[in-house]
C-alpha cells in the first residue's frame, strides 16, 4: 500500500493525498505512511498534505458530549502523521441544522465553527465541507418539501432539480460560510452549480457541463467562483485566524486575520 502511494504521489505529481477510513486500519499505519513520504519526499523540499477520513458525529449541544469525537479523529493527527482530518463533528453540527433546514441559528454557527479552532491538534489544517460522496446533495437537502433527499433508489422517488432560488439561497449561503472560514475547505464535484440527488448512489450523477446549466445554476456557479477567486488570492481567508465580531440568532459578523 505505501509503495502505491509513493508512487501515485510522485508519477502524477500530486500536491497531498486523503487516507481513507483511518480508523478501520491498524494505528500504525497513517504514521508509517507520513514517515516514508517524509523520508523520500519532504527531506527535498517537497511538503505533501495528508488528509484523513476518521467518520464521526455530532453529539448535540453540550461540548463535553463531543470529546469522544473530537479525541478520536485527534488521534491520527500530528507530527510523522496526518496533517488534518475531515472536520464531521463541524459538519454534523451546522450543515442542515443552519443551512438546510435552518433548525439552529447563526449563534450554533458561529459556536461550532469556534470549536473547530481549539479542539483540534495545535497547527492541524482541517476539511471542513458541506457536501460529500457520503450524503445527499446539499440542492436537495436544501430543496424543502419534497420529502425524497433521502431516497437512494428509482422505486423510492428521487429527487429532481430544484426549481426556486430559495434552494439555490441555501447552498450559496453554505458555500460563502465555507469559502471564508479556516481551513482546507472540500468543494464536492457540481455542488459548485447546485447538482441535485439523493443519498448514494444518487449523489455521484455524471458532471453536467455549463451548455446544460439553467440560469439558476449558472447563476450560482459564478458566485461560489468568486468566492473561490476571492480566498485564493487572500492570505487571510487561505491562513487567517477566525474572530467573531457579533453574534446574534439571525445575523453573524466575523473576520478572518493574519499577521
Do not use: C
Not at 453540550?62 to 493527527?77: C, E, G, V, W
Not at 447563526?106 to 489544517?125: E, F, I, K, M
Not at 446544460?212 to 487561505?238: C, M, P, Q, V, Y
Request: aromatic share 14%; net charge negative; no cysteine.
Amino acid at each position: 500500500f505505501i509503495e502505491d502511494a509513493l508512487w501515485w504521489l510522485e508519477e502524477f505529481d500530486l500536491d497531498g493525498a486523503r487516507i481513507d477510513a483511518v480508523k478501520h486500519v491498524d494505528d500504525l499505519a497513517a504514521s508509517n505512511l507520513a514517515t516514508r513520504i517524509n523520508e523520500r519526499f519532504e527531506t527535498v523540499g517537497t511538503d505533501y498534505y495528508l488528509k484523513g477520513e476518521t467518520a464521526m458525529g455530532w453529539s448535540g449541544d453540550n461540548l463535553a458530549d463531543n470529546q469522544f469525537q473530537y479525541d478520536t479523529i485527534n488521534r491520527y493527527i500530528g507530527e510523522d502523521s496526518l496533517d488534518g482530518q475531515a472536520d464531521f463533528v463541524l459538519y454534523h453540527a451546522v450543515v442542515d441544522n443552519v443551512f438546510t433546514q435552518e433548525s439552529r441559528n447563526y449563534q450554533h454557527l458561529d459556536y461550532w465553527t469556534n470549536r473547530s479552532q481549539d479542539q483540534y491538534v495545535p497547527g492541524a489544517v482541517m476539511v471542513p465541507y458541506v457536501g460529500s460522496h457520503d450524503v445527499p446533495r446539499l440542492a436537495s437537502r436544501s430543496d424543502r418539501g419534497t420529502g425524497d433527499a433521502y431516497n437512494q433508489w428509482q422505486e423510492q422517488g428521487l429527487p429532481g432539480q430544484p426549481g426556486t432560488d430559495d434552494t439555490y439561497d441555501r447552498v450559496l449561503q453554505a458555500y460563502g460560510w465555507l469559502l471564508t472560514t479556516p481551513g482546507a475547505p472540500m468543494l464536492y464535484y457540481g455542488d459548485e452549480y447546485g447538482e441535485y440527488g439523493g443519498a448514494d448512489p444518487d449523489n455521484r450523477h455524471m458532471y453536467r457541463d455549463s451548455t446544460n446549466w439553467n440560469d439558476r445554476e449558472s447563476a450560482l456557479f459564478e458566485k461560489i467562483s468568486a468566492l473561490g477567486r476571492l480566498r485564493s488570492e487572500s492570505l487571510a481567508l487561505k491562513q487567517g485566524v477566525y474572530s467573531t465580531r457579533y453574534s446574534s440568532p439571525d445575523l453573524l459578523i466575523y473576520d478572518m486575520s493574519h499577521e
